[in-house]
């Protein structure tokens, strides 16, 4: 074993950051440890430039560095290199929580943290040892998946080798430079996979040991800007403190950003020490301006933290990179709006408004998994918070998408980006342009997904009327039959809302299920003939019978449900005139009944607002 290969493959979709090429540090580290051990290694990153494949079949092992949304590539490249009879090994946050997925691509999947695994698992190799002791590791045995133990975490950072980005193909082309300096995070958002992944414990390495990193990058490398990929910089205050006064003791001052919670800016002595060590931005998750999401998401921040920690940063002349997570089950198209008006309101500089995404590691996704809710696609290259891949209770996937969208739009308008160079900020403007760019560029390049979201919400449309419906039709009536559940009046504000006419027919209906033993015994012929009499009765009076079906219903309810969609299917009620059947899921839990609101209203009209104001006002009078 001489030569090993390391890839980070891109992500299959434009995403914000694609003009900020900077790596992840799993593969410079890995590589960096077992060039240490005298192997060749080259890393390549495939979004700083292409993959030079021969040289990748000319090796003796190729390691592979995923995360969820660039899944799918790596499988890709890990199948065609496997194929090409050479070893891989993938690693990473996506394959940790997903080894038995990654096995069918990759010969070995190193689980967690892999600077220790990685070193024993080339050792074994080569002398074709027992790979049952590396902890770990997960791979396979006679076809049989092999999970071995999980190994622990590692405790003194300072173990860890300076990354040597010499062994990334065409470095130089690196402009951002990522250094960490701990592991862990102490929170735990429901949407985070870092918990599961790095822990809660706050792990760090020296604050020499920082410095002496800093300065080595900057000695080696062109770097103009350094992000510090710990998930909170400023967690241990005292520390980051002492990181701060050396880097500006030893002139160690370039350009940088990190990642901090709002507590960062109650601490005006750290404010200070970080615009003196020319801190150019922060990056920190805001997430929701709506407090029941934050609850939901188990932030624990509220909007005033939020708005504070944006007027101090700007005091002291730090820029706010907020990020959001739109798409809880308590967001709609509301909160959407406002948080983007309250980002603008707020001044704050860039902004990813990021749709909440079920990702593997993190709380929500094994929630979603332990609920058997399903996934809108189970292509994990969307899974990159910048596509709607679940279904919300209070917001469709598709208006989801699209608001998330429009105050992404908005506010990176060129209005922001002239008032940045009016106000001689060319290098803020330059960044909302860039944003606005990707955003455009995102829109055209997903034309077919986000079509694919309106065509599953209009799919109901077509699956009732299986064919375009004259908007002329314009009056319903409401086939209440439930005896324990009474939505008339839920149904019959919501169509008013919407200015159709409603026909009552209780009395009909009555008469047809009085007899309801007799309903049940009855030859089918009989039956049918009562219930297409029922509708021939409604003819020209009424365009749509809307049943709301429970899921209490007895034998005979059910019976009914079937026997009249039966007879309105046999004779197809759009051509015979005859009223159509719209059957209509109320789940009381209210998991999906705004969705099936939204889906009938649109039977009679495009407009989603109109819609949406009618379902609150019949929401209103359902509680
Ligand atoms: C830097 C960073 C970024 C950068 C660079 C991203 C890039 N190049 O892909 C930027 C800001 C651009 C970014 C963007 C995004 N990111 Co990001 N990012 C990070 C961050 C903060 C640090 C990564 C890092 O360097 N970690 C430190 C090193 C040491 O860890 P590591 O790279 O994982 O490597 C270790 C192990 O994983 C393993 N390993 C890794 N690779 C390999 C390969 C082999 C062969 C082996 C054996 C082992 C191995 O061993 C390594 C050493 O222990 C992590 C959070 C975190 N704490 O890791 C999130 C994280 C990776 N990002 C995440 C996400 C979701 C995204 C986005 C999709 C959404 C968003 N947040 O905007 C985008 C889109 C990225 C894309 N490519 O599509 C998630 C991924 C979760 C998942 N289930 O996959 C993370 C974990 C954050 C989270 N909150 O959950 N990100």
């Not at 496997?82 to 096995?103: N, R, S, Y």
């Amino acid at each position: 074993m001489k030569k090993i290969i390391f890839i980070e493959p891109k992500s299959a979709h434009v995403h914000v950051y694609q003009k900020v090429v900077f790596p992840r540090l799993g593969s410079v580290l890995l590589g960096t440890i077992l060039k240490k051990l005298g192997y060749e290694v080259k890393v390549f990153i495939e979004e700083i430039g292409k993959i030079d494949f021969k040289q990748v079949f000319d090796s003796d092992l190729v390691g592979i560095s995923t995360i969820t949304p660039t899944a799918p590539g790596s499988y890709q490249y890990a199948r065609m290199i496997k194929d090409a009879g050479i070893p891989v090994v993938m690693g990473g946050t996506h394959v940790t929580f997903q080894p038995d997925e990654a096995l069918a691509y990759a010969d070995y999947v190193v689980r967690g943290e892999g600077e220790e695994t990685i070193v024993e698992l080339v050792e074994c190799l080569e002398k074709n040892g027992d790979l049952s002791k590396i902890k770990g590791l997960s791979y396979k045995d006679g076809g049989k998946i092999i999970h071995n133990p999980p190994r622990e975490f590692i405790k003194n950072l300072d173990d860890i080798p300076i990354p040597d980005y010499s062994i990334v193909n065409d470095y130089k082309k690196l402009g951002v430079i990522s250094v960490s300096t701990s592991r862990g995070c102490p929170f735990n958002c429901t949407f985070c996979s870092v918990p599961a992944f790095n822990g809660k414990v706050f792990r760090t390495c020296s604050v020499d040991r920082v410095i002496e990193e800093i300065d080595t990058h900057l000695r080696n490398l062109n770097m103009n800007y350094l992000f510090f990929t710990d998930d909170i910089f400023n967690y241990n205050k005292k520390r980051a403190k002492e990181i701060l006064k050396r880097m500006i003791e030893n002139k160690l001052t370039p350009l940088w950003g990190a990642q901090v919670r709002h507590e960062a800016s109650r601490d005006e002595e750290m404010m200070e020490l970080m615009r003196k060590a020319n801190c150019d931005r922060v990056f920190v998750g805001f997430e929701s301006i709506n407090p029941k999401t934050l609850e939901l998401y188990n932030k624990k921040e509220c909007i005033k933290n939020i708005e504070d920690a944006v007027k101090t940063l700007h005091k002291y002349r730090i820029k706010v990179h907020g990020m959001f997570v739109l798409g809880s089950d308590e967001d709609n198209v509301e909160t959407i709006k406002k948080t983007g008006e309250f980002a603008k309101k707020l001044d704050i500089d860039s902004v990813q408004f990021m749709i909440l995404t079920p990702l593997p590691g993190s709380k929500f996704f094994n929630s979603f998994i332990s609920e058997n809710k399903n996934f809108i696609t189970q292509d994990w290259g969307v899974f990159d918070g910048v596509h709607a891949v679940h279904q919300p209770k209070k917001i469709t996937p598709y208006e989801l998408q699209i608001e998330v969208y429009r105050i992404t739009k908005k506010f990176y308008s060129w209005a922001s980006i002239l008032k940045m160079v009016i106000i001689g900020d060319i290098y803020e403007a330059h960044i909302k342009n860039t944003a606005r760019r990707i955003t455009k560029k995102w829109i055209k390049e997903n034309n077919n997904y986000i079509k694919k979201l309106k065509d599953d919400l209009y799919s109901e449309v077509k699956k009732i009327v299986g064919y375009h419906i004259s908007r002329k039709k314009k009056s319903v009536t409401i086939a209440s039959i439930s005896k324990t559940i009474d939505f008339k009046n839920t149904l019959e504000t919501f169509f008013k809302e919407l200015g159709i006419k409603i026909v009552d027919t209780k009395k009909e209906l009555a008469n047809i299920l009085e007899e309801k033993h007799t309903f049940l015994k009855k030859e089918k012929i009989k039956k049918e003939k009562i219930l297409y009499e029922y509708l021939e009765s409604l003819k020209g009076k009424v365009d749509f019978v809307v049943i709301p079906i429970v899921k209490d219903f007895e034998k005979y309810q059910i019976r009914f449900i079937s026997d009249i969609n039966e007879v309105s299917k046999s004779f197809k009620s759009g051509l015979s005139n005859l009223p159509h059947i719209i059957n209509l899921d109320v789940d009381i839990e209210m998991k999906s009944l705004r969705e099936t609101f939204i889906k009938i209203g649109l039977i009679f009209t495009n407009d989603l607002n109109k819609i949406r104001r009618a379902y609150l006002k019949a929401l209103a009078v359902a509680v």
